[in-house]
């Protein structure tokens, strides 16, 4: 008799969806962002920098217009990009934030639900969110909703920011759905069997015992999808909006589209996203060794 061939895995580097069954949220290994973020040394951080400053030295040093000159076009520019540029990123990071995380609240506790009518469409939300481009959502948001909309005789405009919001939080409400899921299931199940013989209901047990036990488990991965979206909210610039990266193509526009302000504006850019996403992806770990479970 032959003997059927053994079956084996393989790890691939090919890009996939995102499994339908996460590990549970306690574990608290989804930070690879994070990770990422938080190896970078200062030592590092200061070298980037600085062949960031000296490449248009040497690569444009026939040019007309200099990159001493490219700087002080920044520095006037500057009050200008950050106040009204880089304060809406962060502005549409923390209403995104609030919004996803409440939405993603909701539907990571329909996921867990005993009831099938409210556990299934939940379920279908998330992986659908989960595994859709950011982009592609954002432009659908942004052609799908209307500009502007007529309570009574009153006209009110919805400014595109606001859209992006809403956009922006789809796939957020998604990942925090899968993480809350995850931090339920995560709790042992003799804490669900030691409230029931206290004679618990469930939405007692829940609420009483089972998520505050979630709570500083999910923060990590809440922090670290934070940081995620603070990174990519440059892509609303791809809709018109007026953050960082579309004021920084308006000043270059003002100052006559010289190829050497290029380095200096995006770089300015990049390296302010880089500062304030920093520090949370460092703290982010501490968190992760702080509240990881023990078995």
Known sequence: MNAKPALTTTNTDLAVLKPFKFSPAGQ????LFSRWLAEFSPRSLFLIALILLAWPGFALAQSNYSFSQALDALWRWLPFIVGKGFVLNLVVSFMTMLVGTIAGVLLGLGQVSPARAIAAPSWFITQLFRNSPWLVLL????????????????????????KAVFGLALPIMANISEIVRGAIISVPTGQWEAADSLAYSRNQTLWLVILPQCFKRMIPPWMNWYAILTMATPLISLLGVEEIVTLSRQAMEAEDNHPELLVPFFGFALIIFFAYCYPIARYTIRLEKKFAVRQ
């Open 139 to 162: 432009f659908i948001v942004m052609l799908a909703l209307p500009f502007e909309i007529q309570i009574g005789d009153h006209i009110y405009p919805i400014p595109d920011w606001l």
């Open 28 to 31: 608290v290994n989804d930070l």
